[in-house]
């Protein structure tokens, strides 16, 4: 099952436009982690944020986490064809090692 | 070596059919991860091993059974499957930095399966 939900379920901008996502999840976290998904390959980690951080950056991507709404936002910003992919999040559920993913976000970009 | 290798990237096998997916990581990670997914939709944890055992079945039925020969290797053993198991199996690993504080998972390209 899920932990997490993602909206927009589906994206499309033109390029250098900044893309936003969005991630809901249900119980406490230690962390949060976003991966990218190119279509039928494997995921890549892009960043982890632990649950005391607020905002982390790493080049054009910027987390945030909330956790008193549960919830983490990922933008990306000046946007270019090669970041059309599926984006995750993705939280450890509970004292286990159990790395849930939520339902994901298809970014379209177009140059 | 940052690479997860998995083979063969693409199967197909029939009902009756015994067959295996394999997965290798060469960076001292101590924890491997089975996953599933189908398309358009999340990967689905299956499996997870820590240091060689099975910590994590997350009920997955008994057609799949996991084997972790060795802290670089993982297989997932094939037998009796149904089409409905067409999906992409996806190999991961991370450093086993233990219980509800699991890091970064490095993923594999996956192995495509087809069940006719």
């Known amino acids: 099952s899920q932990q997490g939900e993602e909206d927009p379920q589906a994206l499309s901008i033109q390029e250098g436009e900044n893309a936003t996502m969005n991630c809901s999840y249900k119980?406490?976290?230690?962390?949060l982690q976003w991966y990218r998904q190119n279509s039928g390959r494997g995921l890549v980690h892009l960043i982890l944020?632990?649950?005391?951080?607020r905002e982390k950056h790493s080049g054009r991507l910027r987390v945030t986490l909330d956790t008193s709404k549960k919830s983490s936002s990922l933008l990306i910003t000046a946007s270019r064809a090669a970041d059309t992919a599926s984006y995750f999040c993705?939280?450890?559920?509970?004292?286990?090692?159990?790395?849930?993913f939520g339902t994901g976000t298809l970014l379209a970009v177009q140059p | 070596d940052t690479e997860v290798t998995q083979t063969p990237k693409h199967l197909v096998m029939g009902m009756t059919n015994k067959k295996s997916l394999k997965c290798e990581q060469h960076?001292?990670?101590?924890?491997m991860y089975w996953y599933k997914q189908k398309a358009k939709k999340p990967p689905e944890l299956m499996f997870v091993?820590?240091?060689?055992?099975?910590?994590i079945n997350e009920s997955v039925p008994s057609r799949f059974s996991p084997e972790c020969p060795n802290s670089s290797l993982l297989n997932l053993h094939l037998h009796a499957l149904q089409p409905e198991d067409s999906a992409l199996y996806l190999c991961?690993?991370?450093?086993?930095?233990?219980?509800?504080?699991?890091?970064?998972?490095?993923f594999g390209e996956g192995s495509r399966l087809t069940v006719l």
């Open positions: 960076m001292g990670h101590r924890a």
């Open positions: 119980t406490s976290i230690n962390n």
């Open positions: 993705a939280t450890v559920r509970g004292a286990t090692n159990k790395l849930i």
């Open positions: 091993y820590s240091y060689e055992k099975l910590s």
């Open positions: 991961a690993s991370s450093q086993d930095l233990g219980n509800a504080n699991t890091g970064e998972l490095f």
């Open positions: 944020i632990r649950s005391n951080e």
